[in-house]
């Protein structure tokens, strides 16, 4: 974890899902905290047992990030999770079978 000295903490959160579930926490951490320091303090590792942390695979708000991104107060961290099926690949499935019809 990056060590802060100024003494000031931002508030983050941070959020997985799975399809059966999701979870979103809170935290107040110090203000040099790093993506990676986020996750580790959410806890959620512990709360999933197919969690994985892929640094390929992490965001803030929607958009790609790193582990070692230094955060921001307000920040929304977000893991991803691998996807099942090529998002193109179904909305070309599904063009075909709608124009069959």
């Known amino acids: 974890m990056t060590v802060d000295n100024s003494g000031q903490n931002i ?3 941070v959020v997985y899902a799975t399809p059966e579930r999701q979870e979103l926490v809170a935290l107040e951490i110090p203000a040099s905290s790093t993506l990676e320091d986020a996750v580790k303090q959410s806890g959620l ?3 999933f047992d197919d969690f994985e942390l892929d640094p ?3 965001g803030i708000f929607g ?3 790193t582990l070692d991104q230094v955060l ?3 920040d929304r961290v977000e893991i ?3 996807l ?3 998002p193109k690949e179904v ?3 599904r063009a075909l079978m709608q124009s069959k019809t």
């Open 11 to 13: 508030r983050v959160e």
């Open 45 to 47: 590792a512990g709360m």
């Open 56 to 58: 390929s695979r992490v």
């Open 63 to 65: 958009k790609k990030s």
């Open 72 to 74: 921001r107060d307000g």
């Open 80 to 82: 991803y999770r691998p």
């Open 84 to 86: 099942i099926a090529d």
């Open 91 to 93: 909305r070309r499935q």
